[in-house]
């Protein structure tokens, strides 16, 4: 979880090491945004003191290719 302002941002950081699969930011499949909004929801009851008005899922999609990373991030997939 990170701040911005008055909103809290809940950041999915995914690692593939090849895009035979779609690659990294592909695993975030809309069954995925769901679980990831209930844990965000789930986490702010677990934390009352916390307040935001605005709430952000984004994603962090690491691509590893031999001894290189390329990170990509997403913002705003909910």
């Known amino acids: 979880m990170a701040r911005e302002g008055k909103r809290l941002v ?3 950081v995914k690692t593939r090491r090849g895009t035979r699969q779609g690659g990294p930011a592909a695993a975030v ?3 995925k945004v769901l679980r990831l909004r209930l ?3 789930a986490w702010l ?3 009352p003191g916390e307040r935001a008005q ?3 899922i ?3 999609a690491i691509l590893i290719r ?3 990373a390329v990170l990509h991030y997403i ?3 909910a």
């Open 75 to 77: 913002e705003g997939v």
């Open 29 to 31: 499949t809309p069954a």
């Open 39 to 41: 844990l965000a929801g």
């Open 54 to 56: 605005q709430l952000r």
């Open 58 to 60: 984004d994603v962090i």
């Open 10 to 12: 809940f950041v999915e």
């Open 45 to 47: 009851r677990a934390h």
């Open 66 to 68: 031999g001894d290189r």
